[in-house]
């Protein structure tokens, strides 16, 4: 599978917290009928997949690919051609080609052969824009579907930099910056709701921009205040915090 729904519980009506790419790694926690309880070995992340979705790795070979990270895609769509059933499946942005050797990269028994270009990393900006006009998707993490955090994440994944998943673990990482006034290209901003609780986040691009996923991803006005959007001429979102990775 390219993408793999990651579940709060072992149902398919239960809510969608992130998703799994193509070639992720993750450890297993639990067996139950159908579903597998899994953390994710690229951010920690705990929730449940079907068990057809499962391709099993030996413990070496888990080993080896934890100590080295496998090369990602960069484009949108990456055709791979399945070999064991002759099928081609569409990789989003930041698949993990496991045990790549030249063009081809094994999973487990399974072969898949890379069709054209892997393509090759570009600035933050460039990452992030690429995704402009994605539409919002609770848990998403690809350009047919992301959420704030899933945006944040897999453009800095992109640019070889490991985020957590949720914006208020985001926001523990990295180093403050002193306001949004000195934040530079790439830094994070964090937005907080009423209760002071860490509920939103998005990418600084400098001269007063963020780039967010919010409705879908877009470009926003952003002050000391917060984020301002001039098609609803009023601000959204209240800034809490800036934070820095690189």
Same mark, same amino acid.
């Given at each position: ?158 640019? +070889? @930099?490991? *985020? ?6 985001? =926001? ?5 910056? /002193? $306001?949004?006034? #000195? ?18 986040? +998005? @990418?600084? *691009? ?6 967010? =996923? ?5 470009? /926003? $006005?952003?002050? #000391? ?22």
């Amino acid at each position: 599978m390219a993408v793999v729904p990651l579940r709060a519980e072992p149902s398919d009506r239960s809510e969608m917290v992130s998703q799994v790419l193509f070639g992720e790694a993750f450890e297993i926690l639990e067996w139950k009928e159908k579903w597998v309880q899994i953390t994710t070995a690229f951010d920690g992340y705990t929730g449940w997949i079907d068990r057809l979705q499962v391709v099993m790795l030996g413990h070496l070979a888990y080993k080896r690919l934890l100590q080295t990270p496998a090369p990602v895609t960069y484009r949108a769509i990456t055709q791979a051609w399945k070999i064991i059933d002759n099928t081609v499946i569409y990789l989003p942005a930041g698949s993990s080609l496991a045990f790549l050797e030249g063009t081809t990269s094994y999973i487990g028994d399974q072969r898949y052969d890379i069709i054209g270009e892997i393509g090759e990393t570009d600035s933050i900006a460039n990452n992030a824009k690429s995704f402009l006009n994605a539409p919002y998707l609770w848990g998403g993490r690809t350009h047919f579907g992301i959420d704030c955090s899933g945006f944040t994440q897999i453009v800095y994944k992109l640019s +070889g @930099i490991n *985020l957590k998943r949720d914006a208020s673990m985001q =926001a523990q990482e990295g180093t403050a910056v /002193d $306001s949004v006034l #000195t934040a530079k290209l790439g830094d994070l901003a964090f937005f907080n709701n009423d209760e002071g609780r860490i509920t939103h986040v +998005g @990418i600084i *691009l400098g001269a007063g921009k963020i780039i967010h =996923a919010s409705g879908k991803v877009k470009i /926003d $006005s952003i002050d #000391t205040q917060g984020i301002y959007s001039e098609e609803l001429k009023r601000y959204t979102h209240r800034l809490k915090l800036v934070r820095r990775y690189f």
